[in-house]
């Protein structure tokens, strides 16, 4: 699936050449050359992840990190450093910050693009092709299929691109509940104009695909809190 990356460089030409990298490996690069620039894009929408340079004019890679981590918001977006330095001692307060993982200058696309895919399949499950069951329940991101049942008696379930994403999502992060904002940042990407009730159809709608295999049941409405997925009857 693709993934919106944040990539925080002031450097142009590395900014041009990963942006360039990440286009080619299917991914959708937002560019900033500044923490500065980088924490007004991240108001208006969640990138899945953030390539962020180390050395920054103005704020600083590490200070950016530890806003990011420090709003409830934005905590769980995956951080990939970017470096010059190679010293220990910088890796350890890189990590130490948050970042879940570190990236030496200069690296190849392919270096790149591997680190992307185990920083996302580790923290951003929802972000890989991995096909995921639960209870007979077949979601296959990379085909875009959507089935129930077992072998041969499964039945194609055909659902919306945002029911997808969703059910993806819930897929993803079973047993524990979300609320409207948290899923709606997290799978609209944006909080800031779509109203909360959006989730409810879509939920509705959802459901109502799943129902005629009995498979609503595993979306449980947890009463003033939101959602959670669940192989257990709750
Ligand atoms: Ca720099």
């Known amino acids: 699936m693709p993934a919106t990356i944040l990539v925080v460089e002031d450097e142009p030409a590395i900014q041009e ?21 980088a924490l007004e ?3 208006t929408a969640l990138p899945d992840l953030v390539l962020l340079d180390w050395m920054l004019p103005g704020l600083s890679g590490i200070e950016f ?20 330095r190679a010293e220990e001692q910088d890796k350890l307060v890189g990590l130490e910050t948050g970042a879940d993982d570190y990236i030496t200058k200069p690296f190849s696309p392919r270096e790149l693009n591997a680190r992307i895919k185990a920083v996302l399949r580790r923290r951003a499950p929802e972000m890989t092709d991995d096909m995921v069951e639960i209870g007979g329940l077949r979601i296959d ?22 029911e997808f994403r969703l059910l993806h999502y819930l897929m993803t992060h079973t047993e524990r509940v979300h609320s ?29 695909a799943l129902e005629p295999t009995g498979h609503d049941r595993l979306i449980q409405t947890v009463r003033g809190s939101g959602y959670r997925l669940s192989a257990t009857p709750g």
Do not use: C
């Not at 942006?19 to 923490?35: C, E, F, I, T, W």
């Not at 875009?144 to 499964?154: E, L, T």
């Not at 799978?187 to 939920?203: A, P, Q, Y």
């Open 17 to 37: 050449l990963i942006a360039y990298n990440l286009k080619q490996a299917g991914h959708q690069p937002l560019r900033a050359d500044s923490a500065e620039h």
């Open 41 to 43: 894009l991240v108001r």
């Open 65 to 84: 990190a530890r806003r990011l981590k420090s709003d409830k918001r934005t905590r769980e977006i995956p951080i990939i450093m970017l470096t010059a």
């Open 141 to 162: 991101p990379a085909s875009h299929r959507v089935s129930a049942g077992h072998d041969a008696q499964a039945v194609p379930i055909t659902l919306g691109p945002t």
């Open 180 to 208: 409207r904002v948290q899923l709606l940042d997290q799978v609209w990407g944006d909080h800031v104009f779509v109203e909360e009730r959006t989730v409810d159809v879509h939920i509705r709608r959802l459901r109502k």
